[in-house]
Structure formats: structure tokens, C-alpha cells
């Protein structure tokens, strides 16, 4: 499994984009990359997933550039309840149910 | 998205007793689940793998005969923590991975269980 770098906190304003970006140098030619938000106490949930280009969904975007060895989660307007820990994974996320290795995350505040 | 629950959400239990939990995929069929610890601020630790109708997969320096998985169905796996003791207090986590129209697999988290060993 690749190994991920993140910054290890981000700070960020209500109303505010914030970008967090995730290097995975040895990404391989069928990994892809995913990005999970967890909060305190509960479980991590799926944020959204992609293998290149730009994927977006109701709640993120997700940018890998051609060489795919870095990624940005991109979150629209944070608020306050988007103060959270998120991970990003990279992995081969198809043919079968691979385990994941989580990283230490980023832990995102965000201020009033 | 799919939902994986877990039973129960925390739980108290004395130095040397037996605690079982419970992960269930609610509306999916989970061939594979996986099991993690969580302590305090810090990150998932995955401690194996539970596979339906075999035996599961610890991950290295997980004691197998400690924490007992059964993946009894698609829908349900458990976690038995035998003989507990304070150390083993921790957050576990459950997950079930569902395949996409895509492709690709997605793992789908349960709410976690919060274990106290006193």
C-alpha cells in the first residue's frame, strides 16, 4: 500500500474553501485514492474516492493531477461542523475488499 | 451510502471478563469486514481481517486468541475481547466494503463501540 503525507492540522474560517492536500509518491498504476472524514467518537465516513483527473460530489472535490502522485481535497465553504480529522488512502480499491491503512490524517479547525 | 452498525455503542465491563461486539451491514452484503482500534487522538489501527465463513486475518502483533472474530454471515461479524483488561480499553471500529457500479470498492464505517475495562 502507498504511503500517504499530510499536513498534520489546517485552520480555516467559516464560509471559507479549504484545500488539503495529500502526496503519495509510489502510488501504483491500479490504486486509487480515497478521503474519509472522521469526527470525534464515531466512525470515519466516505467523503469521496477517485483514480484521476477532478471527481465532485455534493460534498468535495477531488483533484489528482496527471501524475497522480499528489491529491487535493477541496471543501466548499466550511463551517463550523466541518471541524473534523480527515485521512486520506490510497489503495487498490477494486477486486476485492483491500484493507486500509490509515495514516495519522489532518485535523481541520474551523473558526467562527 | 451504505450503513454498517455496530452493537453495542459503548460498554463497561470488569478486568477479566468477556465483551462481545457486534458489526452489522444494514442494508449491503459484506463478503469481507474489517476490524480496527482507535485511542485517543490517535489514528485507526487496523487489527484484521474477518472473512465470511473462514477463518479471519490478524494484522501483526494482534493477539488472535484475545480478540476472537466470527463472521458468522454477509451481514454480521463480531468481535470478542476475552479476558479484558484496562489496556485493551479502546474505541473499536467495524467495516464493511460494498462494490460500486464502477469497480471500485468502498468501505463503509460503523459508529464504533466504546470499550472501558475497569
Known amino acids: 500500500l502507498a504511503k500517504t503525507t499530510q499536513p498534520i492540522s489546517m485552520d480555516s474560517y467559516e464560509g471559507q474553501e479549504v484545500n488539503i492536500t495529500c502526496s503519495h509518491n509510489?502510488?501504483?498504476?491500479?490504486?486509487?485514492i480515497t478521503w474519509y472524514q472522521q469526527f470525534p467518537s464515531q466512525g470515519p465516513r466516505f467523503i469521496i474516492q477517485g483514480y484521476k483527473t477532478k471527481v465532485t460530489n455534493e460534498v468535495a472535490s477531488l483533484f489528482i493531477p496527471a501524475d497522480r502522485k499528489s491529491s487535493t481535497l477541496s471543501l466548499p465553504r466550511v463551517s463550523l461542523s466541518d471541524t473534523a480529522v480527515y485521512y486520506c488512502l490510497v489503495g487498490p480499491f477494486s477486486g476485492g475488499y483491500n484493507k486500509l491503512i490509515f495514516g495519522a490524517g489532518t485535523r481541520l479547525a474551523v473558526h467562527p | 451510502g451504505a450503513v454498517v452498525s455496530q452493537h453495542p455503542s459503548r460498554v463497561i465491563c470488569k478486568s477479566g471478563t468477556s465483551v462481545k461486539i457486534e458489526c452489522r451491514s444494514l442494508d449491503f452484503q459484506a463478503t469481507t469486514m474489517f476490524w480496527y482500534r482507535q485511542f485517543p487522538k490517535k489514528s485507526l489501527m487496523l487489527m484484521a481481517t474477518s472473512n465470511e465463513g473462514s477463518k479471519a486475518t490478524y494484522e501483526q502483533g494482534v493477539e488472535k486468541d484475545k480478540f476472537l472474530i466470527n463472521h458468522a454471515s454477509l451481514t454480521l461479524s463480531t468481535l470478542t475481547v476475552t479476558s479484558a483488561h484496562p489496556e485493551d480499553s479502546s474505541f473499536y471500529i467495524c467495516s464493511g466494503g460494498l462494490a460500486g457500479d464502477d469497480g471500485t470498492d468502498t468501505q463503509y464505517f460503523g459508529p464504533g463501540t466504546r470499550l472501558t475495562v475497569l
Open positions: 509510489n502510488i501504483a498504476t491500479n490504486d486509487y
